[in-house]
């Protein structure tokens, strides 16, 4: 499956978010986009998952421009897994896993076997099965975002977008998390906050700063202590962790 953006901007309140924005994923790639805070990395997505339309330019799904593609199909094709729940109910983990199901339902349909075989397998994947029966709001903001993923996988979604999976998500949970993602061996968009993550998980990345792509391409030839410093604003030491088969990042105290 193949998502390509051409050109995209984003104006909002008469200011622009992010302009000339060309990203593609394809080829069950693991796609990274990162940059600091208020970059414009959610904003972006947004454009994928159809929160926002873009003011400029287009995206396109699987060969087709996405205005031309049904909510529910593209619903069936991109689970998406956000940074904050919009639940406002008291539902149990169970029947929040099972909204993964929706978009291939017909109206008033009910959940059969298939569907509860599928969210029960999620939420294993995830390490919530023993919280089937929980109310969703008595949840930690780690253990929501594990079944906010748990959701997206009982979707069967041919890709996924991710903004900031990992948020919340103690260390163990976050390898888990991406782990899994990385085993579906889909396409991923995923905006990612931890630069070793991006290292450790993606096949390319981009880097967003002010809105504006500033480099893009494998992560350990973009992710340079030059490049650290001139986005971030913080200074890096890049060192080689042969024993894992890649680099990794330390970042310097000031």
């Known amino acids: 499956m193949d998502i390509r953006a051409e050109q995209v901007a984003v104006r909002l309140g008469g200011r622009t978010i992010i302009e000339n924005i060309d990203m593609e994923v394809s080829n069950r790639q693991f796609v990274g986009i990162v940059g600091p805070n208020g970059s414009g990395k959610s ?7 159809r929160a926002l339309k873009p ?10 421009p996405m205005d031309q593609v049904s909510l529910r199909e593209s619903a069936r094709m991109l689970g998406v897994m956000t940074q904050m729940s919009t639940l406002n109910f008291d539902f149990r983990v169970e029947e929040v896993v099972l909204m993964g199901r929706t978009p ?12 509860f075989r599928l969210a029960h397998e ?25 079944v906010l993923m748990a959701r997206a996988l009982t979707q069967q979604p041919r890709a996924m ?19 899994t993602v990385r085993a579906l061996d889909i396409e991923i968009f995923a905006a990612m906050h931890d630069l070793n993550l991006a290292l450790a998980y993606c096949d390319k990345i981009y880097v967003m700063s002010q809105g504006h792509i500033v480099a893009s391409g494998p992560p350990v030839q973009v992710l340079t202590a030059a490049l650290i ?26």
């Open 161 to 179: 977008i991710l903004d900031e999976p990992t948020n919340h998500l103690d260390i163990q949970y976050q390898l888990q998390l991406l782990q």
């Open 229 to 254: 410093r001139q986005v971030f604003h913080v200074e890096a030491l890049i060192t080689d962790m042969p024993q894992l088969g890649r680099k990794n990042i330390v970042f310097l105290s000031a």
């Open 55 to 64: 003011s400029g330019g287009s995206v396109w799904l699987d060969g087709r």
């Open 104 to 115: 291939h339902k017909k109206l008033m349909e009910q959940d059969g076997a298939e569907d």
């Open 122 to 146: 999620a939420l294993e994947k995830t390490g919530m099965a023993e919280y089937a029966d929980r109310k969703f709001n008595t949840l930690s903001g780690g253990e929501r975002q594990r």
């Open 43 to 49: 904003t972006f997505l947004k454009t994928i998952y």
